[in-house]
């Protein structure tokens, strides 16, 4: 929250959002589905008011995804986008036209496989944000942060475990904040789940359930027009594990406070064969040669982590299955339940019927996060609020919004999953990236406002 900003308006102001949403509400997933309407139509406001000193945004990858979170930057006041870095020409001009649309300069651009290291040296950068294919992000965001530039990174911030040891062992060296730019964790309804369990609605959290159930094949790994291989395809033929950890596990970190309390232990995983992509390619592109190739890739991936605490989590992933979207969380405690699916909760002593579900949206409307006042842009408004949250901590020199140890043990997964699975779902204990510190750090996510 801007600390120039009377506590009472900022108050206010949030809770005028709130009664909107709750005006809007009706039926089970109405709150959501408001919030996320609302949240792409209304003009962000700066959570740290307008005159102020502006954030220099440099730019690394500037495809579908780094041009959509240049976008709802540049609609925020006092970011600037002084720099772009991408090795397609034109996926660097559309960066440039997006920022001078915005009615800026055109920014500087940078391409070439090694150029973003350039981009990072500028002496007028405040930022970094990365957005490249996934075996890029390590190394670009070691060199970013000993470059001395605040850093964000898209999903997975890791691909190996050695790669998150440099992470970490590079932040705690440099001492330049570096966050993986995980927005599942920042979804308003995932921030008033938070907020209910920190007031104790639930109990105390035994178990949760999260998926990443979402058919890319059709799409992100193949060209959806030729069937030809994007930059994806090429860990389906040599991988087989969760190869997309994040999404499913960003609230759940906080909803358990996993790293600040407790940790993972050890995990197992299971894969299906792979059966999906050959289906697809039978039914879309018969005659493709990437119908008949072998996928190391199984169709489904089941992780089961135990905690240091004796509690258990599920991780689900899913990308090549047709199917609707889905993330399927659920929060088991000891004295309720939250049923993502269902949009629903039941709560000892406070749902009106014995076992039965009741609606989700009013508890969404009264146990609103703070941080939902600054939702907007893509993904129901995650992508503002955590958005409108790094730059709030590049600009104040605080802490960025997500834990690096948060970024890096979901990362983990993927190479963990990848063991398990290799060796017919051992079990597989997980490395402390915090040396120990997970015992005595306090939970630190959406607690200041
Ligand atoms: N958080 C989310 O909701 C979300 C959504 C979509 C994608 N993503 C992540 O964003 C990243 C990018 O995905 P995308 O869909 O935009 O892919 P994309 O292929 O559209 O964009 C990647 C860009 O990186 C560029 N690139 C490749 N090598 C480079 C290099 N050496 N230097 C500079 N640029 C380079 C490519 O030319 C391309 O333009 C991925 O890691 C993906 O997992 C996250």
Redesign the pocket.
């Known amino acids: 929250m801007n600390k120039n900003l009377n506590r009472r308006d900022f108050l206010r102001v949030n809770a005028a959002g709130v009664t909107g949403l709750a005006i809007a509400g009706s039926g089970l997933s109405s709150v959501w589905s408001q919030n996320t309407a609302a949240a792409s139509e209304q003009t962000p406001q700066p959570v740290s008011g307008d005159a102020l000193k502006p954030v220099r945004i440099g730019f690394?990858?500037?495809?579908?995804?780094?041009?959509?979170l240049m976008s709802n930057l540049l609609s925020m006041k006092g970011v600037q986008i002084p720099a772009v870095?991408?090795?397609?020409p034109?996926?660097?001009a559309a960066a440039q036209n997006i920022v001078v649309q915005a009615g800026q300069s055109k920014p500087g651009s940078?391409?070439?496989?090694?150029?973003?290291q350039k981009l990072m040296e500028r002496e007028d950068l405040d930022a970094v944000i990365?957005?490249?294919?996934?075996d890029?992000?390590t190394p670009?965001a070691l060199y970013s942060m000993k470059a001395g530039k605040i850093t964000g990174v898209?999903?997975?911030i890791a691909y190996t475990l050695e790669e998150c040891m440099q992470l970490i062992e590079t932040w705690e060296q440099t001492g330049t904040d570096c966050m993986m730019?995980?927005?599942?964790s920042f979804r308003p309804d995932n921030l008033a789940v938070l907020n209910m369990i920190r007031q104790g609605l639930l109990g105390e959290i035994t178990h949760t359930h999260c998926a990443y159930s979402h058919d890319c094949i059709d799409h992100?790994y193949f060209d959806a027009n030729t069937g030809n291989d994007?930059?994806?395809a090429d860990f389906l033929i040599k991988h087989n594990r969760c190869q997309?950890p994040?999404?499913q596990q960003g609230p759940v970190l906080s909803w358990m406070n996993i790293n600040c309390g407790d940790y993972y232990d050890t995990l197992t995983s299971t894969a299906t064969d792979c059966f999906s992509i050959y289906e697809y390619f039978k039914r879309r592109f018969p005659d493709h040669p990437n119908g008949k190739r072998k996928y190391a890739q199984g169709d489904i991936v089941t992780t089961v982590v135990r905690t240091k605490k004796g509690k258990s989590i599920v991780i689900n992933f899913d990308m090549q299955s047709p199917r609707p979207y889905d993330n399927r969380w659920t929060v088991q405690g000891t004295a309720g339940i939250y049923n993502e699916q269902r949009n629903s909760v039941y709560l000892v002593g406070k749902s009106p019927q014995y076992h039965q579900w009741e609606p989700f949206d009013p508890y969404h409307e009264k146990h609103q996060h703070q941080w939902a006042q600054s939702s907007f842009g893509?993904?129901g408004g995650?992508?503002g609020i955590m958005l409108s949250r790094f730059v709030d901590a590049v600009r104040f020199k605080k802490p960025l919004p997500l834990n690096l140890y948060d970024g890096v043990l979901m990362s983990a997964i993927g190479p963990l999953s990848e063991m398990s699975i290799a060796q017919g779902g051992k079990s597989i204990e997980v490395p402390d990236f915090t040396k120990g510190k997970w015992q005595t750090r306090k939970p630190g996510f959406a607690i200041e406002g």
Do not use: Q
Not at 60 to 68: A, I, P, S, W
Not at 130 to 134: E, G, L, R, T
Not at 181 to 184: A, P, Q, T
């Open positions: 690394v990858g500037t495809g579908n995804r780094g041009r959509g870095c991408d090795i397609n034109d996926a660097l940078y391409s070439g496989p090694l150029e973003y990365i957005a490249s294919p996934w890029l992000h670009m898209e999903v997975p730019l995980e927005n599942w992100w994007r930059w994806g997309y994040t999404h893509g993904h995650a992508d």
